[in-house]
């Protein structure tokens, strides 16, 4: 178990972006997709987003699709989240995880969790 590292949130108007960092360790990183997802206060986790190893492949919630973009670096073992056009549904704490596969049509994610990012979107 490798612990991942989220970065990038805060407190942000409607409309506004932010970029959200997740750096992983080489041995966490390496050959697995990686995805993002968010919880909001008393609500389940939900998937936002998820990119392939190679990057090729990527996936978006219904909810994001069109605002938030996802991208990987595996010269720097880190993924990122590219959100735009943020409004206040977007609330949440958002979680990164090093290996996400998806499995009886819901996605999964199998390695260790990090603490997180605070992610507020006010009106």
């Known amino acids: 178990q490798v612990p991942v590292v989220e970065s990038g949130g805060g407190l942000v108007q409607a409309g506004g972006s932010l970029r959200l960092s997740c750096a992983a360790s080489g041995r966490t990183f390496n050959s697995h997709a990686m995805g993002w997802f968010r919880q909001a206060p008393g609500k389940e986790r939900e998937i936002v987003a998820v990119?392939?190893?190679?990057?090729?492949?990527?996936y978006y919630a219904d909810s994001v699709k069109g605002r938030f973009t996802i991208s990987r670096d595996n010269a720097k073992n880190t993924v990122y989240l590219q959100m735009n056009s943020l409004k206040p549904d977007d609330t949440a704490t958002y979680y990164c995880n090093s290996n996400t596969v998806s499995r009886g049509g819901v996605w999964n994610a199998l390695d260790a969790w990090g603490q997180g990012t605070l992610v507020t979107v006010s009106s």
């Open positions: 990119i392939s190893w190679s990057g090729g492949s990527t």
